[in-house]
């Protein structure tokens, strides 16, 4: 993402070889930005920001549990607890999506 290569010089990390190109740069996945001397123009963007979620969707629950685990079991699991509806795992896991 183009957020992710809002480095400031300084802090940029060398991701290539002297004289990489910009196209072949990007193909192995980093930044390139020609504009400030003395500083890595091929660079490692930033780690992608991600937060977890409770899925809404009771159907694409992924157990965590066990029948019959308590809220506090669940959640000290670092798990997701809702006891409902019936069919569905009530402990259930995060899912991690990119912010």
């Not at 992924?62 to 997701?80: A, S």
Request: one cysteine or more; charged letters at 25%.
């Amino acid at each position: 993402a183009k957020c992710q290569c809002k480095v400031v010089p300084r802090e940029r990390t060398n991701c290539g070889y002297p004289g990489i190109s910009a196209a072949e740069c990007k193909k192995i996945g980093c930044c390139f930005n020609a504009s400030v001397p003395s500083v890595p123009w091929c660079y490692s963007p930033k780690p992608k920001k991600v937060k977890k979620m409770c899925p809404n969707d009771p159907y694409t629950r992924i157990n965590c549990g066990h029948p019959g685990i308590k809220p506090k079991e669940c959640t000290k699991k670092g798990c997701c607890f809702r006891a409902h509806p019936a069919g569905v795992p009530w402990c259930f896991y995060h899912r991690v999506v990119e912010e």
